[in-house]
């Protein structure tokens, strides 16, 4: 006896055989169904394979689609004069696949994602696109159609220019991708009064999304992404009233170490992008962090020759420039992210941020503080 019988029947020579009572259907835009004629019960899937099919191509010469008074589907054969419940179509039904999401991990690389996309008509915005990580990202996702904007993220006034300018140029804005960043420079205030690490990476990309708000909105659907690091689990924003602290994010410089403030920064990174999901998602805009990488080799540490050091030996153990790209690239580009945000990529795939990082509360407070300090102040103010 057959292992594979179905119903008390033995198989025949043909898996696509159906068993007795059933009969196969198709629908008017040519799915097929089974109809179980013993329990009265139809269903997509074939009673033995479990597979789903649909009928490819149009209706043979000759042949029309009607409905019958009962309102059922018949095909009329005009050439040879008869009607028929049966879809001629059915002859060539092809199986129905689902084509899962390829899995992509920290080897990737932003060329491997990209393989088979067509960005040609997406206009992409990436800060920091001069150097390292952004470089990459930048060579990656423009092959065609460059323009280089100068854009000084530590200068408020530089970033509302910057903005008008990309304005008046009258393009949509598909992809955003907040990547500049500096890490461990020496204790120093820019021109708006703020420490340099916290408005490079956070406050100037603030004021940006900002900016361009209505153009992303406009453009929808459109993505931002914004660069973090998993630094940012080693920190905290928080007072002894639980609000995100200024003095935290920009201190003077006797309480100033530069490798605390990148941490916080990529913090913030985290809390912004997740808020901004929050408020654009309604309007087309989602919104994802990722982290590049460990100690990848970039100019990012140039300013502190320990750094450089440091990061020189741990080089040969690290992810290269184009595996470093790769998970901003697919959270831009990845069609199985289309509407999905507020969430944290690391090596292509979704993973938890620290809890700070998830708290809405956290998230709220920073985007509040971040308006006010971005209002218009005269230049050379320090921020209190």
Known sequence: MSALR???MDDTD?????????EERSTKDGWVYYAN???????????????????AGD???GWEQETD????TIYVDHINKRTTYFDPRQAFTVEDVVVKPKRYDGNTSALEILQGRDLSDRVVLITGGNSGIGERDFLVLTPSRVEAMMCNLASLRSVREFAESFKAKELPLHILVCNAAVCTPPWNLTEDGFESTFQICHLGHFLLVQCLQDVLRRSAPARVVVVSSESHRFTNLLDSCGKVDLALLSPPKEEYWSMLAYNRAKLCNILFSNELHRRLSPHGVTSNAVHPGNMMYTSIHRSWWLMTFLFTLARPFTKSMQQGSATTVYCAVAPELEGSGGMYFNNCFRCQPSIQAEDPSSAANLWELSERLVAERPVGVQAL
Do not use: F, V
């Open 59 to 61: 209706l043979p010469y």
């Open 6 to 8: 179905y119903a008390g």
């Open 37 to 55: 004629h013993e329990e009265m019960k139809t269903q997509w899937e074939h009673p033995k394979t479990g597979k789903k099919k649909r009928c």
């Open 69 to 72: 008074e009962k309102g059922q």
């Open 14 to 22: 043909s898996e696509d055989e159906l068993p007795p009572g059933w």
